[in-house]
């Protein structure tokens, strides 16, 4: 039999050693001791990506990285007052503000990196004979007349000219545009500008000049203008969102003709054929370095293009100083590689792109100059981004179906296949003939199935606003909603997770081991 000293001591370093695994938990990559808390705060347009990656670096290396989406205007700002670690925004900072206000110069360095690529779309809400239309089609000239109220009816005939499949209902248009300061509505306006200066003459702007349309709608955020249309008040609207707003309230947005004469759906495969053509300002040299220049984009010649593809950028410092750190630049670096590594794996799911390996190797750049970042554990061959293959090229580009014939302009048919995270089909209801997009960048069924997992809601369910007041349920009439952004289970295997299989292994051990040591004392007496 084991003398009782010795059990105490079999017993006390099994006990220490549960406890260091338990440890284990909340351990994180070497230097573990660096890890502190981070905080952003920016862009909408980003930030179901972003949400979805701070649960997932805090669940698998116990990491704290605070986000706040006020949009890229905000973000900018608190950059420059040193109230954030970092900043998320669609545009780089603006030199000569359009509301008159003063340069946007930070007083530290930084730099521009990119973090997720996606399609600016066009959620809307429209019913033909009380059933919802899911597979509308615009024109990039129809979209501009739309949000500068020249066209404010659903049965002009431009927007007829577009859906032959469909007899578009005498229906006035409500356009719900960002009433605060916005990288959506920056991109937006700038494609406008690009493509139809005669129709917009602005320029590009983050804040939507609402006084220019008579029937327009503003509100605050992605989830606000997503949240709107999606309200049975929102019948007739249209607005402009990322995609993933679309996915997660269950509601379709219109295919934008391209280039090449069809009519596409912003998935993660026509964001990525679209971006093949992006040039990057490569002049390091100069303060907008490595910032995008999107006319090939607009203009590209590929039948698979979604036109208004773009990426946005974490703003990070290149300095220390304020309430920034070395022990926060560690930390910092370590969860923008995650981010533009394992973490696009769910990029696709989430209703963004994966970033393609060009615009990683960008990003790894950038991360390299970030005082306190681990420049040495940036390893292209390690990354884990489903874009890489072999060769270093884009697989998801290669890889992209082309569209169907029925969603080619001028043929008379018009897909009645669903898009974003409306599924199902709309009937054939104007002269032109229907047929499936079936094989085409549709992406709405298995990404709008991701969103249901989630636990996403129904337009019937009660909404809240950003501040938690209960707004609406669906039979509510006007009034300002917002939508909410969705959650998807994360599938890394972290430390968290060995530390608890660790810990489970010896506490099994704790509790089978000293009877048999016992057992087998009383054997040999």
């Known amino acids: 039999m084991i003398p009782r000293p010795r059990r105490r001591s079999l017993r006390g370093a099994i006990v220490a050693l549960i406890v260091a695994a338990m440890a284990m938990t909340t351990a994180v990559p070497a230097q573990a001791a660096s ?40 973000g900018r700002s608190d950059f420059i007052k040193g109230t954030v670690d970092f900043a998320v925004s669609e545009i780089p900072f603006q030199r000569a503000p359009e509301d008159g206000s003063a340069p946007e110069i930070p007083s530290r360095g930084y730099a521009y990196l990119p973090i997720v690529a996606g399609g600016t779309s ?12 899911t597979n509308l089609r615009l024109s990039g000239e129809v979209i501009s007349k739309i949000f500068t109220g020249q066209i404010s009816n659903w049965s002009d005939p431009a927007i007829q000219a577009d859906n032959p499949g469909l007899k578009m209902p005498d229906k006035g248009i409500t356009p719900v545009v960002r009433s605060d300061g916005s ?19 602005t320029g590009m702007t983050s804040q939507f000049p609402t006084a220019r349309v008579a029937n327009a709608k503003a509100q605050n955020g992605s989830l606000g203008v997503a949240g709107y249309v999606s309200q049975n008040y929102g019948e007739g609207a249209i607005t402009y969102v990322e995609y993933s707003y679309a996915l997660k309230s269950g509601f379709p947005v219109a295919k934008v003709l391209n280039s090449s004469g069809y009519y596409i759906e912003p998935t993660a495969s026509s964001v990525a054929v679209a971006l093949l053509q992006a040039q990057i300002n490569t002049d390091a040299g100069s303060a907008d370095y490595l910032t995008q220049i999107l006319s090939g984009v607009y203009n590209s010649a590929d039948q698979r293009a979604y ?70 554990s940036l390893n292209i061959g390690s990354c884990n981004n489903p874009t890489f293959s072999a060769d270093g090229s884009n697989k998801l580009a290669s890889d992209a179906p082309y569209p169907a014939d029925c969603d080619k302009q001028g043929t008379g048919n018009q897909c009645t296949t669903g898009t974003a995270g409306a599924t199902e089909g709309t009937e054939v209801s104007g002269s032109g003939s229907g047929g499936s997009a079936a094989g085409a960048a549709t992406g ?31 039979t509510a009439q006007g009034g300002s909603a917002v939508s909410s952004p969705f959650t998807l289970a994360s599938e890394s295997w972290g430390p968290s997770q060995t530390g608890m299989l ?13 009877p048999l040591f016992v057992r087998r004392s009383r054997a040999k007496r």
């Open 35 to 74: 890890i502190v808390a981070i905080s952003g705060s920016g862009s909408t347009w980003s930030q179901n990506a972003l949400d979805q990656w701070r649960r997932n670096v805090a669940n698998n290396y116990a990491m704290t990285v605070n986000f706040s989406g006020t949009g890229s205007s905000a």
């Open 122 to 133: 066009f959620m809307y809400n429209l019913k033909i004979g009380g059933k919802k239309v």
């Open 183 to 201: 990288g959506s509505t920056a991109q937006f306006t700038k494609w406008m500008s690009d493509q139809y200066p005669a129709i917009w003459s």
């Open 307 to 376: 036109p208004l593809s773009s990426y946005s950028y974490m703003i990070v410092p290149t300095e220390l100083g304020g309430i920034f750190t070395e022990d926060k630049g560690y930390t910092l670096g370590e969860f923008t590689k995650y981010v533009v590594c394992e973490g696009q794996q769910q990029a696709s799911a989430l209703g963004y792109s994966p970033l393609p390996m060009n615009l990683v190797q960008a990003a790894f750049a950038q991360i390299a100059r970030v005082p306190g970042a681990n420049a040495g």
């Open 444 to 474: 709405g069924t298995a990404a709008s199935a991701d969103a249901a997992t989630a636990g996403g809601t129904s337009t019937a369910d009660a909404v809240y606003d950003a501040n938690g007041n209960l707004v609406s349920g669906s």
């Open 502 to 514: 660790v810990a489970g292994v010896l506490l099994l051990g704790a509790i089978l081991v000293p």
